[in-house]
């Protein structure tokens, strides 16, 4: 069994920086992620997602992602983010692979996310909602290691894209990895620019630099004179 690390992150160092969002200027502690998160599980309740429904996420990279990531998985739901570099047709047929109940998309993908035949909640929405959910605790704190936390999907390069199952326990083996690679600690700042449909934008390096109580600023995507 694996414990929620969000939670107890909150719990070890409540006050500390857990991320800077660049577009917004937003500041997240670790205790003000951890309540985002348990709002947001509101706000997927009350859209009528449960244990083993997919959540897709369609948009720029953002403190959103990672709070619907942590929020799902208090109450058992998937996460699917799509590539926005991705043609209709190719999400189209991504989302009747994995049949989503509820895509969440921001502003520069309303249009893409619009032709996909799944109920639709823009961000701004999400906002407001989660604003106005009531705070409350969701989940025991504790995961299993082969429990399924989100699905990414292959380009399709030789065939037709698949989904890759990604475990709690594997987010803990590729922190284990992460820490001894490069020594990753508490102290460290890590700037996330690589896309939140990627592994590579999830695992290197957030995920393991949350787990670990670092601090992350997040930028919208990679782009000239961004960093």
């Known amino acids: 069994m694996i414990f929620d690390f969000a939670r ?29 998160a348990e709002r947001a599980a509101a706000v997927l309740l009350d859209h009528g997602l449960g244990p083993g429904d997919r959540v897709a996420t369609l948009s ?13 998985a208090r109450i058992g739901v998937i996460v699917v983010p799509l590539n926005w570099r991705l043609s209709v047709d190719e999400l189209r047929a991504i989302v009747a692979d ?5 895509v969440i998309h921001d502003d520069t993908n309303a249009a893409i996310a ?19 959910a009531t705070l409350s605790r969701h989940g025991d704190g504790i995961w299993a290691a082969n429990g399924i936390w989100y699905l990414l999907y292959t380009s399709g390069t030789t065939g037709k894209p698949k989904a890759v199952i990604q475990t709690f326990g594997m987010a803990l ?7 001894q690679a490069i020594d990753l ?9 690589l896309p939140l449909f990627h592994t590579a934008g999830i695992n290197l390096y957030t995920l393991p630099t949350l787990i670990a109580g670092g601090s992350v600023t997040v930028l919208p995507k990679i782009s000239v004179g961004s960093v």
Request: proline share 5%; aromatic share 10%.
């Open 8 to 36: 107890r992150r909150a719990e070890i160092a409540p006050d500390r920086l857990a991320f800077i969002e660049a577009a917004s200027g937003r500041r997240l502690t670790y205790r003000a992620f951890d309540e985002r």
């Open 60 to 72: 720029l990279n953002g403190t959103a992602f990672f709070e619907i990531l942590f929020a799902a």
């Open 98 to 102: 994995c049949a989503p109940r509820l």
């Open 114 to 132: 619009a032709r996909l035949p799944v109920p639709q909640l823009a961000l701004a929405g999400y906002e407001q909602r989660a604003a106005a």
């Open 173 to 179: 083996a590729n922190y284990v990895n992460v820490v």
């Open 185 to 193: 600690t508490s102290a460290d700042r890590v700037l996330n620019f």
